[in-house]
Each structure stands twice: as structure tokens, then as C-alpha cells.
């Protein structure tokens, strides 16, 4: 058997020079006679070794990383060698990986994104396969017993969104796959449609299947060139294979699907806003009710689900929904994929049941901060999710306890911030933010934003701090308040987390910061 | 769109206008969506090929953001010739379509430098310093956001995210990102970005 070499075709690792180091195996390889397989395959989600390059000579995969460029002769002059300094062992000897519970991400980094044989060769299919035998309301009733909440952020439970649609009267109905991830510190998202497409495809089928949609529609950020790539290239390989079409599998069932790009809007991840989007015009924010379940796209009944919800629902089909309830606790069921961002030394994609401490997830496998300096602010759920300080990093990760503290789990993205922060600064900044991206729909968020730069902007100045910070709190109130979505409702969430836990950094001298 | 054939780049001279009511101004009030109204044979091939994108896409329901994609994928930027093309086949109108084009930060109207680099500025790559980065290449460049430089080899733009959190801070140029990037990095980025090659043998 000859050498299989694995280097990832993700954007991380590519963003750290995967494609050199692809380039110079292939030409190092052929330069010493060295016959090799160079697979691209996804990425693990280590990302501080990535390039993780990993070898297969037909004992099992071992990993090195990160690999530099430079490092590639040395690694083939020693035939990859346990010995060479980059060696890391058997990949899934990893503690790293190993302490993990991949369910959503069990193929995460092991095949090549786009290859039909090595999705099906791991289970893929298998669910749909199986959800072809059974009636919508029996697949509803599978998504319901599983637990599964909306992993976007809202948490809102699939099942029964999925029932309202199915009920729904409706010449046509559509599934709408919001991969919109604008959130700071989040990825998941990207790596599924990078490394794992047909997952997501599998999961839309079958959420057509359920609730009697025909058509749906990936809404997906401009910003990910090359997850779109892999979507087109596996869409169009599913088609051709007669998973998607008129036919799915010669069932007589019909499902297309198509990849519509954003234009670098944050507010629609918005799902009603990106429903507008999709529709053509500016993403504006429509007033609830009507539910999209009711009249989504195109005044029509519509299923929109975060990538994560969809990507869930081929293992909740394959290995049974109790299963994936038996992952998690209370209310939270199943696994969420927190993604470890910003200034810690071990990012990436850690998969784990609800339940666990943020400590366990910034301390153990984030291993503090990446600057080596002391772990002073960490923010949870994106850009609109609160500040927490290390007093609070053993509330336990689950949606609930969470919400009991005023903070949000969002779409599990993590970022630590070290000591050198500013709070002030980033209060400012969530602010600011709102003004770039809001939608303007409403007052509160519209005005509010720019009214709450200028006042964070005085209280940083020094002047009339007490009056600000007084006048601060009542704006934050009036945008939870008043605000039609979750952009002007939540943007103070950020902001009046950074002035209860960090007042130091509103009470400087002006000019100092 | 096409009716609009009067001059109007400011500054030149007009004398076919002078004894019309605009004479005082420079030039007559441009309107909002600056046609250079002159129609030469690029601006014609320019309508045909908006022509040809409009016509291929608009079939699709919800057709329009997929048009100002192929729109910008061609030419780097929309045209302002092409609101009107647009808004004719959709049966809309060019304030409609005008308003998808400002609202969405990715669609531009100019055509960018050679080069688009985008900086990340959400808080992940914050975490990372990509703050003093920001200023870096804004000095570096000469140019703030949404400005290109005076060479046109680079346009610097805010983005924020790219995905790449745990890596940063991310720039992106083209289909490219590129992460861990730091003043001395990017200054390399912006030497490879702006020096042209010669491969002699």
C-alpha cells in the first residue's frame, strides 16, 4: 500500500500555508521517487497545529503539526518518522480530540470533503435511506424525541417548528438553511459545509421529506468562498448520484436544493431578514407574526434552521433520536460544538455534551490564553452574547444556566480576550457594530447605537460620568426593550456586562485610555 | 437608462449648454445615479453584458441578489448602467434596486483597486491585536476604509468575520485568507501584492 498523506483543504489551515505544504509533499515526494496519496481532506479542528499534515502508511493515521513549509523535507527525508520534532502520534490518541464527544463532527477532518464514496463509506446516507421509509409525521416525531433545539442561537425546539410547517397549508413549501454565521468566534458552521457538506444536504432532504418541502435554499455568507466551493461541488455530485432531484433514490420524492450567497450583511442571520434577502430586496427585518413556519419565503411556509440543527438530523435519523438525547442535560439535549477563539493557545472545534464548565472548556483544552497572560474577559455567543468574568467560569454550559446569569450560549462561539483589554473599548465597539449593521427597521437599534457610541465615547473622555453611565443604562433598557430583533435587543447585553463586571475600565481619567 | 445622453462630467467644457437654464452651474446637477452619459463603445458593451447576466438570471425566484453577484463578478463593481437594465427586467424601478446595492456592504458601485484587502475587525481577531493592525495598514497604505490607494493596486476594506477565529487576525484578498497576520506580515502581503514578477530563465 503506498503512502497516504493527508493535508487539509480548509480555510484555516489554508490560511496558514496548507496549500504550500500540499504543493511541496507532492513535489518532494515525486523528487525522491517516494510514491504517495496526497488526499485533502477536511480539518480536525486543532487549529493551532494546523497545517496538520497526517500519514497513513496502513497502520492507522498519525499526525504532525503544525508543518511549515520548511518543514516538509525534513519530514520526508525521516519517511515521517515518530521521531521528527513535529510528530504528534496516532491522531485520534489525541487527548485533545479524544476528551471530546463528536457526533455532529464524527467525520470532521478524516475523509475528503467532496467524495461521495467516502461519506457514504462512514454512514452518510444511512439516515435518509432511512427516512425514506418513514412518514412526515413519523419524522417529525423522530426530531422531537431527539431534543433537538435550534442551534443558531435562539434554541428554539426543531421538532416543533417542524410540525407548525408540516401543517401548514401550502402549494409549496421551502427549507431554508441559514448559514449566515456572522458571529465573532464562531465556525462551525464553515467546517461543516467545508468538510462535511453532504451531511448538510442529507439534513435538508430530510427535513423536506418531513415537513413536504421540494425546494431548498442555503443561504450562505459571501465571506466563505470556500465553503461555497464544496457546496457547489457536492451539490452538484449528490444531484448527478440521485440524492437530490425529482427522484431521491427512486422514491418517487423530489428535492432540489440551491446555494444562495449574502452580501455582507450581519443582520441576515436574522431569519427573517435573510428571508427577505432571499427574496431580493434589502435585508430588513420583518415584525413576528406572522412565523416564517407560516409565511416565510415568499409568503409560503418555511422551514429556517441553522446549519448545525440540519447537520444534527442525519445521525438523530441513523442512530435513533434517543441516542442523541441521551448527550446533555435537562432541557439541553444532546451535543453543542463550542468553538475556541480569539486569544487562547488551543483553538478550534471542541464537540461535548451540554453540561460541562467553561472552565473545563478555556482552561483544559484551551489551555488559557495564547499571549500567556492572565485570562481577563471571555465572551460567549457572538458579538451580541454577554462578557463573562473568571468568577464565572463554572456555570455549567447549557442554555438554561446560562440564561440564569444573563448571558447567552448562542452558537457556542468562545472568545477569550487576556488582560491587556479594554473593556470600555469593547462596550464601545458592540455599539458600534450595531450602527454598521443595523438594518434600521426599528428606532432603539437604529438611533440607539449612535447615540450609545457617543455616550460610551463622554464616559471615556471623563465627562460627566455619573450623568452618562446613568443615561448609558437607560438607553441599554430602552433597546432590550423597544427593539423589533435580536440586534438592537441584545447589543446591550455586551455593553452593560463590560460596565457591571469591569467598572475600572469606565472609571479612568480621561485621555488615559 | 439609455435616454440619458447629456454630458454631464463637471468641470468640462459645455458650450452647446451655456444659454440654457443650468448656465450657472459648473456643470447641471448630476443625477443620483451618475451616468457618464456619453454612450462610447465600451459603455454599450457594458449594457451587453449586463444584458446577457440580467437575462441568464432573472428567471430565479428572488433573482436579484444572484444578478448583482454576476454583476460584480464581472466587472469588480456594479455599473451604475446596470440599475436601470435591472430594474427593467424585474419589472422594479432603479430606487428600488439602488436600494439593494447600498444596503448591502459588499456590493459596491466603483471600481475597486487591483487588489481588495479586507481586515477583520470583530472581536475575536480584536483579541489578537487586530486593533494595531488596523492602524498599521491604514498608515502603511495611506488610505482609511473604503479608500483605494493612489497607485490602484489596493482597496482597504472592513470585514467582520471570517471564520477564521482561532487563527487570527484574518485579512482576506480575494478568494485568500490568510490568518495570524501582524504589521510585519502584512508588510510583506502588501510587497507581494504590488510587485510584479518576472520570471527569466
Known amino acids: 500500500m503506498s503512502l497516504r498523506v ?18 511541496l509533499i507532492s513535489r518532494e515526494a515525486a ?52 521521531d ?23 467525520r470532521l477532518g478524516v475523509t475528503d470533503p467532496v467524495s461521495l464514496d467516502d461519506y457514504r463509506a462512514t454512514g452518510g446516507f444511512d439516515g435518509l435511506h432511512h427516512a425514506l421509509e418513514l412518514t412526515p409525521q413519523q419524522l417529525v416525531d423522530r426530531v422531537k424525541a431527539s431534543g433537538l433545539r435550534g442551534r443558531g442561537g435562539a434554541a428554539f425546539p426543531t421538532g416543533i417548528k417542524w410540525q407548525t ?11 431554508v438553511c441559514n448559514a449566515d454565521e456572522g458571529d465573532s468566534g464562531t465556525f462551525a458552521d464553515r467546517l461543516v459545509m467545508e468538510c462535511d457538506p453532504y451531511m448538510l444536504i442529507e439534513g435538508m ?45 427512486n422514491s418517487g420524492r423530489a428535492f432540489a436544493l440551491e446555494v444562495r450567497l449574502g452580501a455582507g450583511a450581519y443582520i441576515c442571520g436574522e431569519e427573517t431578514s435573510l428571508l427577505e434577502s432571499l427574496e431580493g430586496k434589502r435585508g430588513m427585518v420583518r415584525a413576528k407574526p406572522p412565523l416564517p413556519a407560516i409565511e416565510g419565503l415568499f409568503g409560503l411556509p418555511t422551514v429556517v434552521n441553522n446549519v448545525l440543527s440540519l447537520a444534527a438530523v442525519p445521525s438523530i435519523l441513523r442512530d435513533g433520536p434517543e441516542h442523541y438525547a441521551g448527550f446533555g442535560v435537562e432541557r439541553s439535549r444532546g451535543t453543542l460544538p463550542f468553538q475556541l477563539a480569539g486569544n487562547i493557545a488551543q483553538g478550534g472545534l471542541v464537540e461535548l455534551a451540554f453540561g460541562h464548565s467553561l472552565r473545563e472548556l478555556i482552561e483544559d483544552f484551551g489551555g488559557g490564553s495564547a499571549s500567556g497572560r492572565p485570562v481577563r474577559a471571555v465572551q460567549v455567543g457572538g458579538p451580541l452574547g454577554a462578557y463573562l468574568s473568571p468568577a464565572q467560569f463554572d456555570t455549567a454550559l447549557d ?69 452618562n453611565m446613568a443615561l448609558l443604562e437607560d438607553l441599554c433598557d430602552t433597546m432590550i426593550q423597544g427593539s423589533l430583533c435580536a440586534m438592537g435587543g441584545m447589543t446591550p447585553f455586551p455593553v452593560k456586562s463590560a460596565y457591571t463586571l469591569f467598572p475600572e475600565d469606565f472609571q479612568r481619567q480621561g485621555g488615559e485610555a | 437608462m439609455r435616454a440619458c445622453r447629456v454630458v454631464t462630467t463637471p468641470g468640462q467644457e459645455r458650450p452647446g449648454l451655456t444659454h440654457c437654464k443650468w448656465r450657472w452651474f459648473d456643470a447641471p446637477p448630476a443625477p443620483f445615479y451618475k451616468v457618464d452619459t456619453v454612450m462610447d463603445e465600451t459603455q454599450a458593451g457594458v449594457l451587453d453584458t449586463v444584458e446577457t447576466i440580467v437575462t441568464s438570471l432573472k428567471h430565479k425566484p428572488g433573482a436579484l441578489l444572484p444578478i448583482l453577484h454576476g454583476i460584480q463578478d464581472h466587472f469588480g463593481y456594479i455599473p451604475d448602467v446596470a440599475i436601470g437594465v435591472i430594474a427593467r427586467h424585474l419589472r422594479s424601478t432603479a430606487a428600488d434596486v439602488h436600494g439593494v446595492v447600498s444596503f448591502y456592504h459588499y456590493f459596491r458601485s466603483e471600481q475597486p483597486g487591483r487588489h481588495v484587502v479586507e481586515l477583520c475587525r470583530a472581536e475575536a481577531c480584536q483579541a489578537r491585536g487586530a486593533r494595531a493592525l488596523e492602524s498599521h495598514a491604514k498608515a502603511r497604505l495611506g488610505v482609511d476604509y473604503g479608500q483605494t490607494t493612489a497607485d490602484r493596486s489596493i482597496t482597504l476594506k472592513p470585514v467582520y468575520c471570517l471564520g477564521n477565529c482561532a487563527t487570527g487576525p484574518s485579512v482576506r484578498v480575494g478568494e485568500q485568507i490568510k490568518g495570524r497576520m501582524d504589521p510585519a506580515r502584512f508588510d510583506r502581503l502588501v510587497d507581494d501584492l504590488t510587485t510584479y514578477k518576472l520570471e527569466l530563465n
Open chain 1, 84 to 106: 521528527h520534532p513535529l510528530a504528534l502520534g496516532p491522531t485520534d490518541e489525541l487527548p485533545w480530540l479524544k476528551k471530546q464527544q463528536r457526533v455532529t463532527f464524527a
Open chain 1, 165 to 175: 410547517v408540516l401543517d401548514a397549508a401550502g402549494a409549496q413549501k421551502y427549507i
Open chain 1, 399 to 467: 442554555y438554561e444556566a446560562f440564561s440564569a446569569i444573563g448571558a447567552v450560549l448562542g452558537h457556542g462561539g468562545v472568545v477569550v480576550f487576556d488582560d491587556s483589554v479594554d473593556m470600555a473599548e469593547q462596550a464601545r465597539f458592540s455599539m458600534e457594530f450595531c450602527v454598521e449593521e443595523s438594518c434600521g427597521k426599528c428606532t432603539p437599534c437604529r438611533i440607539g447605537s449612535t447615540r450609545g457610541v457617543e455616550v460610551i465615547d463622554r464616559i471615556m473622555r471623563g465627562e460627566n460620568r455619573d450623568a
Open chain 1, 205 to 249: 432532504i430530510i427535513a423536506g421529506l418531513a415537513v413536504g418541502a421540494t425546494q431548498g435554499y442555503i443561504y450562505l455568507r459571501e465571506e466563505y468562498p470556500l465553503a461555497h466551493r464544496h457546496l457547489d461541488l457536492a451539490i452538484a455530485r449528490a444531484e448527478a448520484a440521485g440524492y437530490l432531484g425529482n427522484n431521491i433514490q
Open chain 1, 6 to 23: 493527508f493535508v487539509p483543504c480548509e480555510t484555516t489551515a489554508l490560511s496558514l500555508g496548507a496549500e504550500d505544504v500540499a504543493t
Open chain 1, 31 to 82: 523528487a525522491r521517487g517516494l510514491k504517495i496519496e496526497l488526499v485533502r481532506n477536511g480539518s480536525r479542528g486543532l487549529f493551532w497545529l494546523e497545517p496538520l499534515v497526517e500519514v497513513d502508511d496502513g497502520t492507522g493515521r498519525r499526525a504532525f503539526g503544525p508543518v511549515e513549509p520548511g518543514d516538509v523535507a525534513s519530514l520526508l527525508d525521516s519517511h515521517f518518522g515518530d
